[in-house]
C-alpha cells in the first residue's frame, strides 16, 4: 500500500460475509432448492459458486447442479429465497455499520457485490448507511463476477477514483482476488465456512474483524 498519502482515494465494502451474516444464508436456500428438486448440492458446489454473478451462479445451478427451470428460474427461486431472510432481519456482522460510517467521515465509500442489486440496497436499508455509501455496484451489472476485477473496477469508476488508490474490504478467496486484480489494496476478515490460503492472506491486511477498522488504523495500515 502506498506511503505517499495518509488515507485511500475510496474504501469500497464487500457485503455477503462481510458486512452481513448472510453466506451461510444462501447455501441454505440453494440447498433448500436442490433438495425440492431431487438435485445433489454439497459444498464443491457452493465453492464454485463463491463470487459468482447472478447471471454465472444461476446458470450453474441450472446446467451443472440441476435445478428445474432456467437460470432465469433459478436467479428468481434463489432471489425470493433471500428476500425472505432479508425480511425477517439479517444478521448483522460485529462492527460492521460503526466501520462504514466511520470510513465515511474520511474517504468516500463504496459497496462491490456479488449479490443482486435488490439484496445489496436490502442490507443497506438494514444496515442503515444508505446516506453515506457513495456507489454501489452487484456483479450482475458488468460482465464478469468475481475473482474478476469488474466490480471493483466499476465501483472506482462511478466514485471518480484510481483504483489502485483504494482499499477494499474482504472476505472470501473470490472477493479478495478480485481486489487484487483491480490493483487495490485490501483489508482481509476471513471467515472460518471459507477460509482463503495463508499465501492469498499474506498479500493482504488481516483483521479479527471490523471492530478493529477505525479510523487511527485506516491510516496506520495506509
Not at 136 to 159: F, I, M, N
Amino acid at each position: 500500500m502506498s506511503s505517499q498519502a495518509s488515507l485511500p482515494a475510496a474504501v469500497i465494502f464487500d457485503v455477503d460475509g462481510t458486512l452481513t451474516d448472510t453466506e451461510p444464508a444462501w447455501e441454505r436456500v440453494r440447498a433448500g432448492l436442490a433438495a425440492a428438486d431431487g438435485a445433489d448440492y454439497g459444498p464443491d458446489h457452493a465453492l464454485a459458486m463463491m463470487g459468482m454473478s447472478t447471471r454465472e451462479w444461476s446458470t450453474y445451478l441450472s446446467e451443472v447442479v440441476g435445478l428445474n427451470g432456467s437460470p432465469e428460474d433459478c436467479a428468481r427461486r434463489t432471489i425470493d429465497g433471500m428476500r425472505k431472510l432479508y425480511h425477517g432481519g439479517v444478521g448483522i456482522l460485529p462492527g460492521a455499520r460503526e466501520a462504514v460510517r466511520a470510513m465515511a467521515e474520511l474517504v468516500p465509500v463504496g459497496i462491490a457485490s456479488s449479490s443482486p442489486v435488490v439484496l445489496i440496497e436490502a442490507a443497506i436499508e438494514e444496515l442503515g448507511v444508505g446516506d453515506v455509501v457513495s456507489a454501489h455496484v452487484s456483479t450482475e451489472q458488468v460482465e464478469r463476477g468475481k475473482p474478476a476485477p469488474d466490480g471493483y473496477l466499476r465501483c472506482c469508476e462511478l466514485l471518480g477514483v484510481d483504483p489502485t488508490q483504494c482499499l477494499a474490504i474482504e472476505d472470501s478467496t473470490a472477493g479478495i482476488r478480485s481486489a487484487l486484480a483491480a490493483g487495490m489494496g485490501v483489508v482481509a476478515i476471513p471467515q472460518p465456512f471459507h477460509q482463503p490460503s495463508d499465501e492469498l492472506l499474506a498479500r493482504c491486511t488481516v483483521l479479527q474483524d471490523l471492530t478493529q477498522l477505525t479510523p487511527q488504523r485506516l491510516r496506520e495500515l495506509w
